[in-house]
């Protein structure tokens, strides 16, 4: 399998350091009962099996990221963050009410009393949080949205309805009268202006006068150049 570790956006990174932080320091001592250390696998004896859990799935997770394997529907930031919340609650529930030394013996001897926290509890504590923090970078801050839509519509959250359309547009015609609705006056749109005239036409030229013999007055004609009425030159104007 080809691992990348750039296929593993920054919080899955983190997660995974930190499951393996946390597996490291499960080995550490946790409690001090004055007579003995005990260590996570040794004191939290229903815990270890949740911590342990949390960090075999945030490795496996970022490891089949890593070798491009498709995870299907698994929501892998939001499991990832739900297994290092639990893990943070179970550590500050142990951190608050100490494992007593009777509890930490697998055969239930020793006192009653609590022991002291050592500093491999306040490293789990760290790494827990981390798992926790590196699965909510994963699901880009939207980890509490995904699990609230998960508990309150029973599955993926659905998508956002489409806006309704426009409603219809109402105007009343070129020209129409105004609309009187319950008392008030709408004016309607002005009517569109009436198109320029056409240029009246140029009078016709007055015909040219007759023209007349400038000797016996008789009408003549443009052509003639005689007179018909006394045979005299016509002579032109």
């Not at 750039?6 to 995974?16: D, T, V, Y």
């Not at 260590?39 to 490891?63: K, Q, R």
């Not at 509890?103 to 239930?108: L, N, R, Y």
């Not at 023209?211 to 005689?226: L, N």
């Amino acid at each position: 399998m080809d691992l990348q570790v750039e296929r593993l956006s920054q919080g899955e990174r983190i997660a995974a350091g930190s499951a393996l932080a946390l597996f490291v320091c499960m080995f550490l001592g946790w409690f001090n009962f004055g007579f003995a250390t005990s260590s996570a696998w040794d004191s939290l004896h229903y815990a270890s099996p949740v911590l342990a859990i949390a960090i075999a799935a945030t490795l496996a997770i970022a490891f089949l990221k890593a070798g491009g394997r498709s995870l299907g529907d698994v929501p892998d930031g939001t499991a990832i963050f739900v297994l290092g919340c639990a893990a943070v609650a179970l550590i500050l529930f142990r951190l608050i009410d100490p494992v007593s030394a009777g509890e930490a013996s697998p055969f239930g001897g020793g006192g009653e009393g609590g022991g002291s926290a050592e500093p491999g509890l306040f490293l789990g504590l760290i790494a827990a949080a981390g798992i926790a923090a590196g699965g909510y970078l994963a699901t880009e801050g939207r980890a509490l949205d995904r699990l609230r839509g998960l508990f309150e519509g029973g599955g993926a959250m659905p998508p956002s309805a489409p806006p309704p359309p426009p409603p219809p547009s109402h105007a009343p015609p070129v020209g129409a009268p105004p609309v009187r609705r319950e008392g008030v006056s709408m004016p309607a749109a002005a009517p569109a202006p009436a198109p320029a005239s056409a240029p009246a036409p140029a009078p016709a030229p007055a015909a040219a006068p007759a023209a007349r013999c400038a000797h016996c007055g008789a009408p003549t004609e443009q052509s003639d150049r005689f007179c018909g009425a006394c045979g005299r030159p016509v002579v032109s104007p």
